[in-house]
C-alpha cells in the first residue's frame, strides 16, 4: 500500500513529538508537514524544537530538517496532504475549533487530541473499542458544513483512558453500570511541556487539574452515547463523580474506581474473564496500532504500577488489577494507561487507522 502522506499540528509540543516517535516506520502512514506556533514557524524542526525534545531517541533524520508551518498559514497547506493530527494548544478553544473545521473546510481530515470540539454534537469522540460505530455520523458532520471529504474526528480526554474500557466491556456482557467514583493519580506529561514546575511536584501531590474532573465525569456520557439525527445523543445511565489529582510520576495515569451495578452483579472471576477475553473491532481488523489484549488483567497483588506496566503492548494496552469487593458499592479496582500514548498520540492513530481502513481516510 502506498503511505498516506501526513501532517503534525503542534509538532513541536509534547504530543506532537509523541507522533513523531510512535509513526517511526508505520506501515501505513508518512509524515511530511510540521505545524507549530508563529515562534516556531520558518525554522527547520531541530531549531524549532531544540532542548524541548522530549523523547528517548534523537529527531528522526527525515524529521529534524523539515521546515515547520505556522498552523494557521492555510495557503502553505501541502495538497499531497492526506489528513493531519492536531495537538495544538492555543490561548482559546475557539481559535481551536476555528484552525481544525478551516482544515476540514480545506478537504483535509482532522484526527485531534484537543478538548475544543469534544462537545460538538456531529464531531464523534471516539476509543476505537468502544463508539467506533460513531465514525457513522461524520457524513452528517460534512453535510451540516459544506465539508467535501475533510472532517473532525477527536479523541477523549487522557484521564478517562484507563478505566472506560473495562466498564464498557462489562456492559456490553449486560452488566449495567449505576454509579462510578473515580480517583485519578495522573502523571506530569499530561501537562504537556514544560508542565507543573518542579518545586510543585516532588515530593508532593496537587488535589487539582483544571477541567479534569468536568472531562472525566462528562465525556464517558458522549463515548456511550447513542448516534440521533442531529448528532451524538449523551447517555445518561451512569452516574459518576470524581477526583483528579496530579502526582510525580513521568508518564501513566492511574484510576482508583469504585463502582456500582443496576440490577445484575457479576461474581469476580466472571469480571475477572470479561476483561481478560474482550477484544473489539481494532483486534478484529488488525489495525497495526491495535492492543492484541486491550485489557491486561494482573493478579499481582500490588500493580498496575505506571513505571512497570505503562509501556504493556507498546504503551496501547490497559492494564488493571486490585478487583476486590468494597464495603459501600460492589467492587473497586485500579487501572492504568500510557496518558501520552493510548491517551494522546497513540490513540489517534488507532483511530486514524480504523478512519483508512472504514473508507473515510482516502
Ligand atoms: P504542549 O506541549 O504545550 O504543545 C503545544 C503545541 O501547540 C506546540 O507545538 C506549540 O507550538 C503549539 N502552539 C502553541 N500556541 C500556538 C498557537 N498560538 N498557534 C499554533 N500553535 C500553537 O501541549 P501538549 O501536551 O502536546 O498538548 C497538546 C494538546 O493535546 C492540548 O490540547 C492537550 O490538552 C491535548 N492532550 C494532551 C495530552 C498529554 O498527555 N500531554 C493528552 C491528551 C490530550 P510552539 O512550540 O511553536 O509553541
Redesign the pocket.
Known sequence: MKKLKIGIL???????QNYIKLLQNHPWFEIIDVA??P??AGKRFKE?VKTKWQMAIPIPEVIENLIVRD??DFDSISSNLDFVFS?????TKDQIKEVEFEYAQRGIPVVS???AHRWTPDVPMIIPEINHNHIEIIPLQQKNRGFSKGFVLVKP??SLQSYLTPIYALEREGYKIDKLIITTLQAV??A??PGVAFLDIVDNIVPYIRGEEEKTEKEPLKILGKIGEKGIINDDSIQISSTCTRVPVSDGHTACVNLKFKDKKPIKDEIIKIWKEFKSIPQELGLPFAPKQPILYLEHIDRPQPKKDRDNDKGMAITVGRLREDNIFDFKFVALSH??IR??AGGAILNAELLVVKGFIK
Open positions: 503542534g509538532a513541536t509540543g509534547m504530543v506532537g507549530a506556533s515562534r516556531s524549532a498552523v494557521q495537538a495544538i494548544n492555543m490561548p487530541n484537543n478538548s480526554n487522557c506529561s499530561g504537556g511541556y496518558n501520552t491517551g494522546a
